[in-house]
């Protein structure tokens, strides 16, 4: 018995006393083998042998690595007959089963966002797995864990789909800020993927300083500073523009 995905390597050894035969000897009798390979079940080449380089005085290793894949998955039966120089041949057979692994669903170019306040974010997150197919297929169950900031979704269906993976939010004035997710998803038989992402949204900037109605009292020929003090929910560089009438 094998799992799908193993990494298997089968090793056959050949015992035949006519390989002693001395190199001087071997125009009289040079033993050859050879072997015939039969699988019968899903895929008839899921393996073949090799002869392997490793000398011996009385025998010949042979070898079959492979890794069998989702369509390898089944009952074999495998036979295997050898046979020398004089046609002299040895059998045997055995069956083996490769059984099938249940993969983790996978996200698919996960990346971080960013938007701004009064604007709507849509975002389809997407995930598939190698059994139950994409997040189309209704078999992918997501799932979130706010680790920074707070949680906009609040379990609505509305602004992020559990079962497609689309997040729709629109961000209001006040809700700037850095928001990292921990995202799951799983599949139908609980096996379970995880990621992070991060995101950005930029809100208005507010002037903390100095008020609407200040004044500001410039002399003709004097230089002056104007000092502004800018809040930024992000700690973004800001860019100012200053208008005078």
């Known amino acids: 018995e094998i799992m799908e995905d193993d990494s298997v390597e089968f090793q056959l050894f050949v015992i035949d006393n006519d390989l002693r035969i001395p190199e001087e000897q071997k125009g009289f009798y040079d033993e050859i083998l050879n072997m015939d390979l039969r699988i019968e079940g899903t895929n008839a080449g899921l393996f073949n042998f090799a002869r392997d380089s490793t000398s011996f005085s009385d025998r010949v290793l042979f070898k079959a690595i492979f890794i069998p894949r989702?369509?390898?998955i089944?009952?074999?039966?495998v036979s295997i007959n050898v046979s020398d120089a004089s046609n002299a041949s040895s059998f045997i057979s055995f069956n083996l089963s490769v059984f099938e692994v249940n993969h983790k669903p996978i996200f698919i170019n996960l990346s971080d966002q960013a938007t701004n306040v009064n604007r709507t974010l849509y975002y389809d997150i997407n995930a598939?797995?190698?059994?139950?197919?994409?997040?189309?297929s209704g078999n992918l169950t997501y799932s979130y864990v706010f680790?920074?900031?707070?949680?906009?979704?609040?379990?609505?269906?509305a602004i992020f789909n559990t079962t497609s993976g689309i997040l729709n939010m629109t961000f209001r004035d006040g809700?700037?800020?850095?928001?990292q997710i921990n995202l799951s998803v799983n599949d139908t038989k609980g096996a379970t993927s995880y990621r992070d992402f991060w995101i950005y949204v930029f809100d208005l900037p507010q002037i903390t300083f100095p008020d609407s109605d200040y004044v500001f009292n410039l002399k003709e020929g004097n230089a002056t500073n104007l000092t502004f003090i800018v809040n930024s929910t992000r700690l973004a560089n800001l860019s100012y523009f200053v208008y005078i009438n």
């Open 147 to 157: 680790l920074n900031g707070s949680d906009f979704i609040n379990g609505d269906g």
């Open 74 to 77: 089944g009952y074999y039966n």
């Open 70 to 72: 989702k369509s390898d």
């Open 128 to 136: 598939e797995d190698l059994e139950d197919g994409n997040d189309s």
């Open 175 to 179: 809700q700037g800020g850095d928001y």
